[in-house]
C-alpha cells in the first residue's frame, strides 16, 4: 500500500483533472443506477396501468411515475421513451468526459513517472551503472512504466469507476428491498476476501512475471547492440537460443501469474449467481405468496443485483492489474532511491577557466573494496604542458582520468584546480572545461551535424563545418547522400572507424575545451586514417592543456610530460629523452609499440 501510495503522488499535480474526472465518474454511477431503475416506472406504465391513482411517498420513482402515466397509453409511452433517450445521452456523456479526462491524467502520469526515472538515471553516479544491465534498465523504462499507466487506466481508474457503480447498485437494492438486500450483501464479505487473499498473491507472482521481461530486454539489447560480433563468430544460434531460453521462462512467469489472476472473476461471479438464485426464490416467494413486496420493486432489485455482477467482477480484474502495477512501481522507486555518490556540495563553485594548474595529491582509487587499482599518485600539470600516460593494461591510465573528470571520487588525497579541490567545483562546470577523445567512438543515431553540434549548445551551421574542417572530416561528410544532414545511424555504424573518429574530434574541437583528454585515440586504425586524425589532433592541441593515453601517438615522444604506470602507480616520469636514457619500463614498452615510430 505504502509503494501505492508513493505512486499516486504523481497525481498531485492534476489533481483538477483528476477530481473532475472523478466527478463525471460519479454521475456516471448515478446516471446507470437511474437507468436501472427505470424498469419500475416501464412496469407499472405497461402491466399496472389500472392503478393510476399512485401512493403519496415522497420518492424519485413515484415522481417519475406520476410524470409517466397518462390518460393515453401513446402519451405514456412518449415519455417513457424520451425520459429514456435523455437517461442513456447523459450517460454516454458522462461516460466519454469520465475517460477522456482519466486518459489526459494516466497519460501524463506516465510521462512524468518516465521522465522522472530517465533524469534520475542521468544524475547517478557512473558506478551505479557498472553493475546494471542496460536492458534491465531500458526495461524499467519502457515495460514498467507501462504497467503502472495500465494500474491507472485499467486499475485504480477502474477500481473508482465500478466501486462507485456498486454503492449506486446497493442504495437501489436497499430501497427496493432491504430484507433482500440483507441476502445479497452476505456475499459482499466473501468476494472482498477472495480478492484480497488473490492480490497478494498476484503482487509475488507478477514481480517474478517483470524480472523475466527485463531478462528478454537485456538480451535483446546486448545481442542487437554487438550484432557485428554475433555475425563474425557464427553465434546466431547461440544468440538464437539463449533468446529462446529466456522466453520461455518469460511464458512460464506470465502463465503461472495468469493461472491465479483469472480465478478471482468467475469465482465472484458465481458467488453472485448463487446470491441471485437465492434472491429470485425469497423474491418470488414475497410476490406471489407473502404479498409483501409489488412487482416492479422486485425487478428493480433484481436488475440492480445483477448489475453488481459486472463491477464486482472488474474490482477483481482492477485488483490483479494494480498488483502488477505495485509490482512495476517497487522496481522504479528501487532505482529512484538510489542516491548518486558524487554530488555538488550545496557550496560548489563554478569554474570558467583553467589559469595555472592541476594537481593530484596522494591519490587513492579502487572500484571494490580490497581491490586497489590507484596507489599514491601524485603529479602536477601545468596550464599548456602536454602530458602523456604510459604503462601496461591495467595500469590505472583511464581511471586516472576519470577521476581528474571527477566520473569517480578517490578513496583518498585530492585533485585541485587552480588551488581548488575538484570536490568544491561544480560538476558541470567542471566538465566543460574538458573534452575528451576516446578509441571507442560515442556516435549518436543523428545526423552528422547533431553529432557534432552535440559538443555545444545551438551550435550553428557555419561553426560546425569549421570544426569538422579542422578535423579533416568535412571532406568525407560532403560527399555523403545528404551532406551533414545524413543519419549516421546508431553508434555511428554507417561510418568507418575513421570517419567515427573524425566526428569526435571536431566536437571536441567545436566544445573548444581547455583540458584535452585523448584515450588511445587512434588504436587499431589504419596509418592513412592516422595520419588524418593526426592532423586534426595536433590543431586542436594548440594552446591547449593535454592528456594523452596512447600507445601509437607521436605525440608521445614530444610530450612535456611523459608519466609511466605501472600496477597503479607511477614509477617513472620524464622527456623522452629521459626515461630512454633510464633505460626502465617506458624503454621496456617503447622498444615493444613504438620503435617503428621513429
Given at each position: 500500500m505504502r509503494t501505492y501510495l508513493r505512486l499516486l503522488s504523481y497525481l498531485r499535480p492534476y489533481w483538477k483533472l483528476f477530481l473532475l474526472a472523478c466527478v463525471f465518474m460519479l454521475l456516471l454511477a448515478v446516471?446507470?443506477?437511474?437507468?436501472?431503475?427505470?424498469?419500475?416506472?416501464?412496469?407499472?406504465?405497461v402491466f399496472n396501468r389500472q392503478s393510476t391513482e399512485l401512493p403519496a411517498r415522497f420518492d424519485i420513482l413515484t415522481r417519475i411515475n406520476r410524470y409517466i402515466l397518462a390518460p393515453e397509453p401513446l402519451s405514456t409511452l412518449k415519455r417513457l421513451i424520451a425520459l429514456i433517450l435523455g437517461v442513456f445521452f447523459l450517460k454516454g456523456v458522462f461516460a466519454y468526459l469520465h475517460r477522456y479526462l482519466s486518459i489526459i491524467v494516466e497519460q501524463k502520469v506516465t510521462r512524468d513517472v518516465r521522465n522522472h526515472i530517465y533524469a534520475h538515471l542521468h544524475n547517478l553516479s557512473l558506478s551505479f551503472f557498472h553493475g546494471e544491465r542496460v536492458g534491465k534498465l531500458t526495461s524499467r523504462i519502457t515495460h514498467d512504466v507501462q504497467l503502472i499507466k495500465y494500474s491507472m487506466s485499467d486499475g485504480l481508474i477502474t477500481l473508482l469507476r465500478e466501486f462507485l457503480l456498486v454503492l449506486v447498485y446497493l442504495v437501489i437494492v436497499l430501497w427496493a428491498s432491504w430484507k433482500l438486500a440483507l441476502i445479497s450483501f452476505g456475499v459482499v464479505p466473501l468476494c472482498m476476501s477472495i480478492i484480497v487473499f488473490l492480490g497478494k498473491k498476484l503482487k509475488k507472482r507478477s514481480a517474478r512475471t517483470q524480472e523475466k521481461m527485463a531478462e528478454v530486454a537485456s538480451t535483446l539489447h546486448e545481442t542487437l547492440s554487438a550484432i557485428k560480433i554475433v555475425k563474425a563468430f557464427a553465434t546466431e544460434k547461440l544468440e538464437i537460443d539463449k533468446f529462446y531460453r529466456n522466453t520461455l521462462d518469460y511464458l512460464k512467469a506470465v502463465i503461472r501469474f495468469e493461472r491465479i489472476g483469472v480465478l478471482g472473476p468467475p469465482l465472484t461471479e458465481f458467488l453472485g449467481v448463487i446470491a441471485a438464485s437465492i434472491i429470485l426464490w425469497y423474491g418470488g416467494h414475497q410476490i406471489l405468496v407473502a404479498k409483501t413486496l409489488s412487482p416492479d420493486k422486485f425487478f428493480v432489485f433484481l436488475a440492480a443485483s445483477l448489475s453488481l455482477m459486472q463491477p464486482l467482477k472488474s474490482i477483481s480484474n482492477a485488483n490483479s492489474i494494480i498488483q502488477h502495477g505495485i509490482a512495476a512501481a517497487e522496481r522504479i522507486f528501487k532505482i529512484l532511491d538510489e542516491q548518486p555518490h558524487i554530488t555538488d556540495r550545496p557550496d560548489a563553485v563554478e569554474v570558467a577557466d583553467f589559469k595555472a594548474s592541476l594537481s593530484l595529491k596522494g591519490i587513492e582509487f579502487e572500484y571494490e573494496p580490497g581491490c586497489s587499482v590507484l596507489n599514491g599518485i601524485s603529479l602536477d600539470i601545468r596550464k599548456g604542458e602536454v602530458i602523456a600516460l604510459v604503462g601496461l593494461s591495467g595500469a590505472g591510465k583511464t581511471t586516472l582520468v576519470?577521476?581528474?573528470?571527477?566520473?569517480?571520487?578517490?578513496?583518498?588525497?585530492?585533485?585541485?584546480?587552480?588551488?581548488?579541490?575538484?570536490?568544491?567545483?561544480?560538476?558541470?562546470?567542471?566538465?566543460?572545461?574538458m573534452g575528451n577523445v576516446t578509441q571507442e567512438t560515442i556516435l549518436f543515431n543523428d545526423t552528422v551535424a547533431g553529432n557534432i553540434g552535440y559538443g555545444k549548445e545551438h551550435a550553428s551551421r557555419d561553426e560546425i563545418v569549421q570544426a569538422a574542417k579542422l578535423a579533416n572530416a568535412h571532406e568525407f561528410i560532403v560527399n555523403m547522400p545528404q551532406g551533414y544532414d545524413t543519419r549516421i545511424g546508431e553508434r555511428g555504424v554507417k561510418l568507418s572507424g575513421g570517419e567515427r573518429q573524425r566526428i569526435a574530434i571536431a566536437r571536441s574541437i567545436l566544445r573548444n575545451p581547455q583540458i584535452l583528454i585523448f584515450d588511445e585515440a587512434t588504436a587499431s586504425l589504419d596509418s592513412h586514417s592516422e595520419r588524418l586524425i593526426q592532423q586534426a589532433i595536433s590543431r586542436l592541441m594548440k594552446g591547449r592543456t593535454v592528456i594523452v593515453i596512447a600507445h601509437r601517438l607521436s605525440t608521445v615522444r614530444n610530450a612535456d610530460k611523459i608519466v609511466v604506470l605501472d600496477d597503479g602507480r607511477i614509477v617513472e616520469h620524464g622527456t623522452h629523452a629521459q626515461l630512454i636514457e633510464r633505460n626502465g619500463l617506458y624503454k621496456r614498452l617503447y622498444d615493444m609499440q613504438f620503435r617503428d615510430e621513429v
Open positions: 446516471a446507470s443506477g437511474f437507468s436501472i431503475s427505470m424498469i419500475s416506472p416501464f412496469v407499472n406504465a576519470d577521476l581528474i573528470m571527477r566520473l569517480y571520487e578517490p578513496n583518498q588525497g585530492r585533485i585541485e584546480l587552480d588551488g581548488i579541490d575538484i570536490r568544491s567545483i561544480r560538476q558541470r562546470s567542471l566538465r566543460k572545461m
